[in-house]
């Protein structure tokens, strides 16, 4: 069975500091991606990546960088955490063959940033 | 950058009814999918569609779409209160990218 798992459902933090959020996929995805999810904003592209060590930038990257040093995992970074980082996050994996376009969600993480 | 925009925002229904919910979307597209998410849960992939195909049917989902007005449905056939959740569509964002343009979704109540 396909999973996507992120390291926390639910995560306090205060402002300023350094946030980590892990996902690991197991189905040997090339492409990984972050999204925010906010009431009435719907799903928001953070940052994507197609191979290990690229990334491309989504839709809104600001505040955030993310690291893909291993095809499996796939960190999202939040360099100073401010209070309107508070979100729900999600990762995705998906492939460039087979079921490519579909996409493969973790459970996500709520941040709430203090 | 918004592709696919869902109606209604949100549906109420009794058991054993049958949801309908739209998308429409503004730029020409090779699928459009449906995902499911139950609250405070991940997206869930339902079904795609591919812009050569008109309907596709799922179990007791059944999905058109209408590549001349940029709009797909989603029906939902003798809904059950386990289908109360949020549907959202999806499109690709072109030019040969990976990346999922996601609509805002519809918040689907199924009252037992």
């Known amino acids: 069975d396909v999973k996507v798992t992120q390291s926390s459902r639910y995560l306090v933090k205060r402002t300023g500091e350094k946030v980590f959020l892990e996902c690991v996929q197991d189905?040997?995805?090339?492409?990984m991606f972050w999204y925010r999810q906010d009431p009435g904003l719907g799903l928001r592209l953070i940052y994507f990546?197609?191979?290990?060590?690229?990334?491309e930038k989504g839709d809104i990257p600001e505040g955030y960088s993310v690291s893909r040093e291993k095809k499996e995992r796939f960190s999202l970074i939040l360099e100073s955490a401010s209070t309107n980082q508070t979100s729900m996050y999600l990762c995705a994996s998906s492939s460039t063959g087979g079921h490519r376009d579909e996409q493969f969600f973790g459970p996500g993480t709520r941040l709430t940033v203090l | 950058s918004q592709q696919g925009e869902e109606d209604p925002q949100a549906l109420s229904i009794q058991e054993g009814e049958n949801a309908t919910m739209n998308c429409s979307y503004k730029?020409?597209?090779?699928?459009l999918q449906w995902y499911r998410q139950n609250s405070g849960r991940g997206l869930v992939h339902l079904i795609l569609?591919?812009?050569?195909?008109r309907e596709k049917h799922s179990g007791r989902l059944r999905v058109t779409l209408d590549t001349s007005k940029k709009s797909s449905s989603l029906l939902i056939t003798a809904s059950r209160a386990a289908d109360t959740a949020s549907y959202f569509c999806a499109t690709p964002t072109g030019g040969g990218s990976e990346k999922l343009v996601f609509g805002k979704g519809t918040k689907l109540t199924v009252n037992p």
């Open positions: 569609i591919r812009s050569n195909e």
């Open positions: 730029t020409s597209i090779n699928n």
């Open positions: 189905m040997d995805h090339e492409n």
């Open positions: 990546s197609y191979d290990v060590k690229m990334k």
